[in-house]
């Protein structure tokens, strides 16, 4: 777990319930309040790691409480070849079991950096294309491989 500790001077309102706290071993003076916020966690999963169908991986998912995926392949299709009707069908399908799409597992960059870039391009306006439909906040990506040092 992460915490975020907020130190501020005596007279704040809220934090005078607070002391003395004991964080860390340590307990903070009078002189200081202190308030611990614990961020809450969200857990993200690849689902096809279930299961290649998008039904046994939602099954995946709400039995050990995901509730975002890492969207990367779907009924055995890659999640960069998904046409637009098959992105807003699974969409459909996620949003109906209360599952969101975090990010897109994309393959994206997993080339060499020699390779004629319009393939790249083209798959890549595809992802933008299927992160809108899914509503995913973010894309993964990788470095371009086979400079062999140049």
Request: with cysteine; net charge neutral; aromatic share 10%.
């Amino acid at each position: 777990m992460q915490f975020t500790l907020l130190l501020s001077k005596e007279n704040h309102p809220v934090q005078n319930s607070y002391l003395p706290f004991i964080f860390s071993n340590r307990i903070y003076p009078n002189k200081y309040q202190c308030i611990v916020f614990m961020n809450i966690y969200q857990l993200c999963a690849f689902a096809d790691e279930a299961s290649p169908k998008l039904a046994e991986q939602i099954v995946a998912m709400r039995e050990n409480n995901i509730e975002f995926l890492e969207m990367r392949g779907v009924d055995g299709v890659n999640v960069a070849k998904l046409t637009a009707e098959q992105a807003k069908a699974a969409a459909r399908d996620l949003r109906a079991a209360g599952l969101k799409v975090w990010s897109l597992g994309s393959p994206a960059g997993k080339s060499p950096i020699t390779q004629d870039f319009s393939v790249e391009r083209e798959q890549f306006l595809r992802l933008l294309e299927t992160a809108q439909i899914t509503e995913a906040k973010c894309i993964r990506l990788f470095s371009f491989y086979g400079t062999d040092g140049k």
